[in-house]
């Protein structure tokens, strides 16, 4: 399965995703809506989607628009534990997206008619996938809000104790790939080409990615 | 108007870094091998709640922001005493969260700054489940979390502090400890900053914060709307909390004071910043 970007819906440049008429004549993908938006608006706009399965990040489009559609919580929402997928199964979640970090522990989560979705191939970022401000912080630049990240990370930083320069260091999002099995594996390309890719299974014979 | 603080363990608990606060917020969430942690278990926790209830003050219990599958028995047990004992308990966890909801609903229930609550939507389902209080999510202006607070929940801003830029899977502070010469804990008692020109920041356990102290003195009046300001001292030098608190006591009891944003200013190491309200850049401060 292949999922594309809503234009000013989606994180990550708006040059990169498509409008909602290119998405509707599109055949078999999963559109990601997971820039910080007011839940009726993102309820609203799932209606005029053809598409039966959406990736979102805000907590009553999840549970409004679970009702009508397939709705996989975006990694945005930092699901890292039982509870919180014992929660968006509670919304009626299809999907939760694990962050790449905990891809080692994966077989930890209970399922429970849920799917779980990882990174097969990820940047791991400074910080968890969602919880990062620091573009905002420094430039106003907001991934979240505005799904624009100025990658302050990336920068050299003094690394200053007790007073004291002690080293140099940065926080380049470093591309992994990961060993790992669950329902849905995702491999991260956003920072290649304007689509990502899904496969259904880590070992499928049909992965395009 | 509610003044809070957030205090982590019991040996920064003096009467003095108290009394200016009407509640306190316990525990440090950003990291559990804090020394004296007081939701890390132990005794400590309930020994803290009975020292604000005999100061006539609220306890809130704060939770470990990102729990993992094998941190939740750390969080029942303090959820457990927190339940039985305290005033609130704050999750920044949305698992976490409901899990509280569900098995104590007649708890007051706090979502934290780091629960990414951005809508007003979100802060109207988090309340129909039982959430009473909402720190917003730090990115937010003012007029953001005005819609917030007409769903109807209660709302707390920080008001003065250093808030979270990110939380992650790891603490930085580790990662230089040989740089340093000093392991975990031992490697916060002292501070570090990361710095790139202007721009400087504090790594603590798993969250990396404003290296600016956030201060919203010179512009409380737009603030009025909130039920409770949040002073965020919990990565903090003995004596912030309680030089802070006073000055914000005044603050809200007697108003502005010179004097007293000169002391502000003489307190914070790397300058202010509005954090988000004004919908600028964080760490720029505008004047009041």
Known sequence: MKFVGLRGYSRYSDTKSLSLDEINNLEDVAVTLNRVRDGDEIVEVCRKIKHEHVILNELYAIASVSKSKKVTVSVGMNATNNLDLEFYRELGAHAVVIPPELNYEVESFQKKGLKIEVFGRAFVEMFYKGRCQLSAYASGKSVKKSGVCNMECAKKWDVVYSGKKICETDFKPELTVYDVQADYVKHETRQIKGEGVIENGADSKHSQS | ?288
């Open chain 2, 1 to 288: 108007m509610e003044l809070t603080a957030n205090i982590p363990n019991l040996e920064s608990m003096s009467e003095c870094s108290i009394k200016p606060y009407d509640s306190i917020y316990l525990g440090m969430p950003y990291c559990w091998e804090y020394e004296g942690n007081l939701i890390a278990g132990g005794d400590d926790l309930s020994s803290a709640i009975e020292l604000l209830h005999v100061m006539g003050k609220n306890a809130y219990v704060s939770t470990f922001a990102v729990p993992r599958n094998k941190d939740l028995k750390r969080v029942f047990r303090a959820i457990d005493l927190a339940a039985e004992m305290s005033d609130g308990i704050e999750a920044n966890n949305l698992g976490v969260m409901r899990y509280v909801t569900k098995e104590y609903p007649d708890m007051k229930v706090i979502a934290g700054g780091l629960a990414n609550v951005y809508t007003a939507s979100t802060a109207e389902l988090l309340y129909s489940i039982g959430v009473s209080r909402i720190v917003p999510a730090y990115e937010l202006s003012i007029e953001d979390i005005e819609k917030i607070k007409e769903t109807g929940v209660e709302v707390e801003v920080v008001v003065h502090g250093k808030v979270p830029v990110g939380i992650g899977h790891e603490c930085f502070l580790k990662k230089f400890s040989s740089a340093v010469g000093k392991e975990c804990p031992k490697i916060c008692r002292e501070e570090m900053f990361f710095r790139s020109e202007d721009l400087v920041l504090k790594p603590f356990g798993h969250a990396t914060l404003s290296g600016k102290d956030i201060c919203m003195y010179e512009h409380i009046d737009k603030l009025k709307f909130a039920d409770a300001f949040r002073i965020e001292a919990v990565t903090e030098r003995i004596g912030y909390r309680e030089r802070i608190g006073r000055i914000y006591r005044n603050l809200i009891e007697r108003g502005f004071s010179r004097s007293d944003f000169e002391e502000l200013r003489s307190i914070s190491e790397n300058g202010f910043a509005n954090g988000y309200y004004f919908n600028k850049a964080g760490q720029i401060y505008i004047p009041g």
